[in-house]
């Protein structure tokens, strides 16, 4: 399965932007689909997951209340609605998949496929 994340862009704080992750080559089906975070001189954070099958969920605490992530069967994509976007959110945002236990997906090296990454600048 090959992932294409999109929707990446420049924001003023407050704002908000819709993160995409699609598959192609396959699908997203029992795998967990996680979005992570690197800013410039920091490590690849944990953002948010969503177990494809069952729909479970989970929020880094910095973004709990602000972002949603989401999928939609039908186009084989996961969303990432961000909201009241900080300048702090600026990194480039990446998707992947894992098919690990639940109590371990915040952790990116336990992540093996991964998209390409998308920028997302939010200016003060």
């Known amino acids: 399965v090959q992932l294409q994340a999109s929707g990446g862009g420049l924001v003023q704080a407050g704002g908000s932007l819709r993160l995409s992750c699609s598959a192609s080559?396959?699908?997203?089906?029992?795998?967990?689909l996680g979005w992570f975070r690197q800013a410039p001189g920091k490590e690849r954070e944990f953002v948010s997951a969503i177990r494809w099958s069952g729909g479970g969920t989970r929020y880094a605490d910095s973004v709990k209340g602000r972002f949603t992530i989401s999928r939609d069967f039908a186009k084989n994509t996961v969303f990432l609605q961000m909201t009241s976007l900080k300048p702090e959110d600026t990194a480039v945002y990446y998707c992947?998949?894992?098919?690990?236990?639940?109590?371990?997906?915040?952790?990116?090296?336990?992540?093996?496929?991964w998209g390409q990454g998308t920028q997302v600048t939010v200016s003060s």
């Open positions: 080559g396959g699908t997203f089906s029992s795998y967990t």
């Open positions: 992947a998949t894992t098919r690990i236990v639940w109590s371990e997906i915040e952790n990116h090296e336990r992540y093996y496929n």
